[in-house]
Nanobody, 121 residues
Framework: QVQLVESGGGLVQAGGSLRLSCAAS????????MRWYRQAPGKERELVAA???????DYVESVKGRFTISRDNAKNTTYLQMNSLKPEDTFVYFC???????????????WGQGTQVTVSS
């Protein structure tokens, strides 16, 4: 099976930085897009950043210039570097990835368990 495990969340003061990691493991043939979402209690998940297998990148407007998504294909890992953090960036952050387990196996989307990011004012 496939697992995604996030790490790097925590408590930080406004203006500070955190780096989230999301490592995929298990029976993996190929990873396509990798994404970071965030969610507040009782609200829908919001797509924060995405990176394709070819390196194309997209961000939600509110984090442009502050967050940077990257990936290390050799480690099946994506990162989210978050700088100049604001209290309104306080959410649970989730990663997901489109992964196929074989050459002719359709890709599925897998989710991590989430990591809490809290930014104090």
């Amino acid at each position: 099976q496939v697992q995604l495990v996030e790490s790097g969340g925590g408590l930080v003061q406004a203006g500070g930085s955190l780096r989230l990691s999301c490592a995929a493991s298990g029976s993996i043939f190929s990873i396509y897009a990798m994404r970071w979402y965030r969610q507040a209690p009782g609200k829908e998940r919001e797509l924060v950043a995405a990176i394709g297998s070819g390196g194309n990148i997209d961000y939600v407007e509110s984090v442009k210039g502050r967050f940077t998504i990257s990936r290390d294909n050799a480690k099946n890992t994506t990162y989210l570097q978050m700088n100049s953090l604001k209290p309104e960036d306080t959410f649970v952050y989730f990663c997901n990835a489109d992964i196929t387990q074989g050459r002719y196996v359709p890709a599925r989307t897998y989710w991590g368990q989430g990591t809490q990011v809290t930014v104090s004012s």
